[in-house]
């Protein structure tokens, strides 16, 4: 893997510029680039190099539109408008799945996946790759089957439940206070309540269920948004349990002690 200082002397070198040049783009003397790339000279002749700064860095970074994960050994792509365009919002799923009979299946998206799905899912390969399943009852759209995961939406879905969720054809149809599996470049994956403000502020804020938790309220901008989808229905292992039914029995209960209770005093006195 190629050191720092090579990198810079490839970008050096792209540009056709000497170190002197160089150094006078990004505001810093002659000596610092040669350090930088040829090594001060020491007592026993040999030369040693110096790395570069925050303030080099920053400046080769703006100055010439460099990757910075390229100059961090992250990326082979060195400038900036040679990466690939991010994937924006679109009226029609990237990708879908259809039956033998040309019906669209559910795409199933388990929590293992969804690191790989930000990237993937408008990869035709990618998305074969997933567990798809065709649900009669789900027609008239596109739908995905997501897993849930943590605690946030607690109260309406447990870690580990499944929803099922409609793709969203344009912004102005999100609904308030209904509940989005919203995609975004920089928040992933997540599962939230929604205040639709596209028209007015283009962001969507986006609720947490769970009141009892660390669980803010925050917003995304709407050119951050890859994909939404509006959750239909879900499967869960949570069997809730039948309060009221329970509650009433036991009021019965308390009723029936008393009542008994009341009974026995009245036969003591008459005895």
Request: with cysteine; hydrophobic share 35%.
């Amino acid at each position: 893997m190629q050191q720092i200082d090579q990198k810079i002397t490839t970008i050096i070198n792209h540009f056709n510029l000497n170190n002197y040049a160089f150094s006078k783009r990004i505001g810093v003397t002659g000596t610092t680039i040669d350090s930088i790339i040829n090594g001060r000279l020491q007592k026993d002749g040999t030369r040693k190099k110096t790395k570069p700064g925050y303030d080099v860095l920053n400046a080769i970074i703006n100055v010439f539109d460099i990757n910075p994960n390229y100059l961090f050994g992250k990326s082979k792509v060195m400038l900036n408008q040679d990466l690939p365009s991010s994937p924006s919002f679109s009226s029609v799923p990237q990708v879908i799945s259809v039956t033998s009979d040309n019906n669209e299946n559910v795409i199933y998206v388990p929590i293992k996946a969804r690191a790989g799905y930000l990237n993937g899912y408008a990869d035709t390969q990618y998305i074969q790759t997933l567990p798809s399943f065709y649900m009669p009852n789900l027609a008239h759209g596109t739908f995905r089957c997501f897993e849930v995961q943590g605690h946030s939406m607690v109260s309406t879905f447990f870690d580990g439940d499944l929803v099922f969720a409609k793709y969203v054809e344009q912004l102005q149809d999100i609904k308030n206070d209904q509940i989005y599996v919203v995609i975004s470049k920089n928040d992933g994956i997540v599962l939230k309540r929604i205040i639709n403000t596209t028209t007015t502020d283009k962001k969507l804020i986006l609720k947490s269920d769970n009141k009892d938790g660390n669980y803010p309220d925050f917003s995304i901008n709407i050119e951050d948004i890859m994909e939404i989808w509006h959750v239909k229905m879900f499967a869960s292992k949570q069997i809730a349990q039948p309060v009221d039914v329970y509650d009433r029995l036991h009021e019965l209960e308390t009723k029936l002690v008393q009542l008994q209770d009341s009974v026995l005093k009245k036969d003591l006195k008459n005895n």
